[in-house]
């Protein structure tokens, strides 16, 4: 073999141990997933096994200035849930969440207005549908407990029936003592 055959043979095998060392460093990244449900965005981080992260450090910013608009950190499942403010609708700006899960390892989600403002729809409908089957169902208490005082025809007819009935037989009982 030729000193340029050696030479290539030793470039090849450096290819693939450089090849199979980034394997595993792939393998180990950060990933985060936030979703919001009725005005709480819950958000979710793992490794790319589906390892949990346990204790990262979540940051989650105001697009509009960057301002911190809460820092936590995630919990053994590798879950936090964070109420969206009253006051944050107002400014209209969507926010960017932050995880830093330590040794350099990091992941950013963004979550636009629109999606947060569809989510503060959904929140107030409910709210409203909410406070509507309250209202219906106070009506209904009202109308039960109307209902038990209420004195409908036919118990009036049958009232006075039975006062007529009594007095036609004190009648007759009279007249017969009379006789």
């Keep these: 073999m030729s000193s340029s055959t050696n030479t290539l043979i030793v470039k090849f095998i450096i290819a693939l141990t450089f090849l199979f060392i980034a394997i595993p460093i ?5 990933n985060i ?3 919001i449900n009725r005005g ?3 958000i979710s981080c793992f490794y790319s096994k589906d390892d949990k992260v346990n204790k990262g450090n979540i940051k989650i ?5 960057n301002s ?3 820092e936590g950190f995630t919990d053994e499942n590798g879950s936090l849930n964070f109420n969206i403010p009253e006051e944050f609708y107002k400014d209209k700006a969507g926010i960017r969440i932050v995880l830093d899960a330590g040794m350099g390892h990091r992941a950013e989600w963004d979550i636009p207005y629109e999606e947060i403002a569809n989510s503060q729809k959904i929140l107030e409908t409910d709210a409203k549908a909410e406070l509507k089957q309250k209202e219906n169902a106070n ?5 039960r ?3 038990k005082y209420q004195v409908s025809l036919v118990k009036i007819v ?5 006062i007529l009935c009594f007095f036609v037989v004190f009648y007759f009982v009279a007249a017969r003592k009379r006789f």
């Design 26 to 30: 792939f393998a180990h990244r950060v």
């Design 33 to 35: 997933f936030a979703d």
């Design 40 to 42: 709480v965005i819950e």
């Design 61 to 65: 910013y105001q697009n509009n200035n």
């Design 68 to 70: 911190l608009l809460f």
């Design 139 to 143: 009506t209904l208490k009202k109308e």
């Design 145 to 147: 407990e109307m209902k």
């Design 158 to 162: 049958y009232g006075v029936s039975g």
